[in-house]
């Protein structure tokens, strides 16, 4: 009667080699995602808190600061604003019409710089 082979168990070195190949590759994908969807919330956070600047400079146009055209700037929270009024168009009408600007930048954490421009549009006092 013939010997039978013994029977294999485990893995062999390159079934284990190629098993850690996929599995490093699989976690640097991983890894690069979630990082890179960090920053993405970072940047979208810092975006929204520049809206909030800038909305809040908007709204200060017309009550706190006349409409007459000039500009300004400040600074709110690491938050950089410049404010800029001009005459929009025609303004030969009873009520004049200007362009309000607000541009606000701030430092990213990269060493780099953002910037968010809102345009809006306000009636001046009335000419008689």
Do not use: K
């Not at 991983?30 to 400079?57: C, K, M, P, W």
């Not at 000039?70 to 009873?94: C, H, I, K, T």
Request: glycine letters at 12%; charged letters at 15%.
């Amino acid at each position: 009667m013939m010997a039978r082979p013994p029977l294999q168990r485990g893995f062999s070195l390159l079934e284990v080699l190629v098993a850690f190949s996929v599995l490093a590759i699989a976690l640097a994908i991983i890894f690069q995602l979630v990082g890179t969807s960090l920053r993405n919330a970072a940047a979208s956070d810092e975006y929204g808190q520049a809206v909030v600047v800038a909305e809040s400079v908007l709204a200060r146009v017309g009550r706190e600061w006349a409409v007459d055209g000039g500009g300004m700037g400040g600074d709110d929270a690491g938050y950089r604003w410049q404010l800029e009024v001009a005459p929009f168009g025609d303004n030969s009408g009873l009520l004049p019409l200007y362009e309000v600007v607000v541009v606000v930048s701030w430092d990213n954490g990269s060493g780099g710089t953002r910037s968010l421009t809102l345009h809006s549009l306000r009636l001046g006092e009335a000419q008689l």
